[in-house]
């Protein structure tokens, strides 16, 4: 046994490494701006050197050229970018219930700074994105994200050509469920703003001398931020079930 590493082992970890550091770049909560980029650099090291014995055997030889070992570097970046896309792009359900909730209850004005996000949002948006987060590895869904690792070499081996038009179909469906369940998530208070505008114009339509706006506005916001509250528990249970549900589209490889 050598006391050094191998070319190849070093090719096999550097390759092992851009795969799993553009992933967890783009994972939720470990990917964020204010995780210390040393911290994330620790991580994604660590998970390569423990998936080395797993996944070297799906993995090319060490190439002839330096052309030929920068085109498989690319080649497995991209593939880690467009794994954790689709494991991010699902959190914009949380945000669009946020900001459909922000609409109803008249509170899209209350502009906070997102962690989650590049740019200012709803303060019940920001918080929808922290509280799926924190259900995330609450919930131990964390850990399916190790084994889609594992599993990704095995749906998308390197050997294999690189499966860009399965991706856009995935991503296309991806982008259009999440916003779709954003929406469903955010169905109680829509429905309550519904009832409730409609109660309001009936009121101002028979007491037209009766300034409606100034009692709908404040309960409005109370009511609607109630209604919020009581449809946390099922907003959470359904959102982290589906994202289970998808994070386990990367993880089945790992247990066939």
Do not use: K
């Not at 709803?122 to 919930?139: C, D, E, H, R, V």
Request: proline fraction near 5%.
């Amino acid at each position: 046994m050598e006391p050094y590493a191998t070319a190849d082992q070093v090719w096999a970890g550097g390759l092992i490494f851009a795969r799993i550091g553009a992933v967890l770049m783009m994972l939720p909560g470990v990917g964020e701006s204010y995780v210390p980029p040393r911290i994330r650099l620790a991580l994604a090291l660590s998970v390569s050197l423990v998936l080395w014995p797993v996944v070297a055997g799906a993995l090319p030889g060490l190439p002839a050229s330096v052309g030929g070992m920068a085109g498989w570097i690319i080649r497995e970046v991209i593939t880690g970018l467009m794994i954790g896309a689709l494991l991010r792009a699902f959190m914009i359900a949380l945000s669009t219930a946020g900001e459909v909730v922000s609409l109803q209850t008249t509170l899209s004005f209350s502009q906070t700074a997102n962690p989650m996000q590049a740019q200012p949002g709803t303060t019940l948006s920001a918080f929808l994105m922290l509280l799926g987060t924190t259900l995330i590895f609450a919930t131990n869904t964390h850990h399916l994200f190790i084994a889609g690792l594992v599993g990704s070499y095995e749906l998308i081996a390197p050997a294999r050509p690189l499966m860009t038009e399965d991706f856009v179909t995935l991503a296309i469906r991806t982008v259009a469920d999440s916003f779709a369940l954003g929406v469903q998530l955010a169905a109680p208070v829509i429905v309550f703003a519904l009832v409730f505008n409609l109660a309001s114009g009936l009121v101002a339509r028979v007491m037209p001398a009766f300034q409606i706006f100034f009692a709908a506005a404040p309960l409005s916001v109370i009511l609607g931020l109630s209604v919020f509250a009581l449809s946390l528990g099922v907003v959470g249970t359904v959102f982290i079930d589906r994202y289970r549900a998808l994070a386990r589209i990367f993880a089945g490889g790992a247990g066939g």
